[in-house]
């Protein structure tokens, strides 16, 4: 079974771009969240979507969004970028959310 | 909001030896995960606990959820050098049936050969 899949591993942006991010969960999974991963800050959660619906979102503003398709892959899209907008943005699959969590292997963003 | 206090920072150690970590809450959880991260990588999942008072092992880990549902323990015993890395603890909401992680600080973990 194939594992929480997420492009592009790596992205350079330049400060006021945009970024859209992707994410594959594991098969029959319905739920993904997004996380981003900081040195300072740490893991902290972003939001989370079940079933094409945000249920849930952490305290970001609001050029941090997502959505999630009828087959549960999800995308993540950050506008006006900033310089502290640089992280490693982790993307988790569940099968229902509140369940055991896998994680993709991140998408590294580094803003110039 | 909620606060995972997750401890030591980090711990360096001689091959062979037990670790110990843990992580206290402010509130209650209903689910306590622990993950290992490599450089680069995303978190793995290492255990998940369920229930107050559960204790689970994986191999050369064990994890248990503490009755008071504010805290729980990761031991690895006899450690090896594939251990290094950072260890997260993480809770999952107690009051709401979603997805949402809440994760301590990280214990970074250093095993000298």
């Known amino acids: 079974k194939a594992g929480v899949t997420q492009t592009p591993r790596y992205l350079i942006k330049t400060r006021g771009q945009q970024v859209t991010l992707s994410c594959s969960p594991i098969?029959?999974?319905?739920?993904v969240s997004w996380y981003q991963q900081t040195p300072g800050q740490g893991l902290q959660f972003l939001f989370e979507?079940?079933?094409?619906?945000?249920?849930n979102k952490g305290n970001f503003p609001g050029r941090f969004s997502g959505r999630q398709f009828s087959n549960s892959r999800s995308e993540m899209n950050v506008s006006t970028l900033e310089l502290g907008d640089s992280a490693l943005y982790l993307c988790?699959?569940?099968?229902?959310?509140?369940?055991?969590?896998?994680f993709g292997q991140g998408t590294r963003l580094t803003v110039v | 909001g909620q606060q995972l206090n997750q401890s030591p920072q980090s711990m360096f150690i001689q091959e062979g030896e037990d670790v110990s970590m843990n992580c206290t809450s402010s509130s209650i959880f209903n689910t306590w995960l622990w993950y290992k991260q490599d450089p680069g990588e995303g978190p793995v999942l290492l255990i998940a606990?369920?229930?107050?008072?559960e204790l689970t092992s994986n191999g050369r880990l064990t994890a248990q959820f503490g009755i008071t549902r504010k805290d729980s323990f990761l031991n690895i015993s006899a450690s090896i050098p594939s251990d290094v890395g950072i260890y997260f603890c993480a809770g999952q909401d107690g009051s709401s049936n979603t997805g949402k992680l809440i994760f301590g600080q990280g214990t970074t973990l250093q095993v000298k050969p």
């Open positions: 606990l369920y229930k107050a008072g």
């Open positions: 988790a699959s569940s099968l229902l959310g509140a369940t055991e969590a896998f």
């Open positions: 979507y079940f079933s094409e619906t945000q249920r």
């Open positions: 098969s029959g999974h319905r739920s």
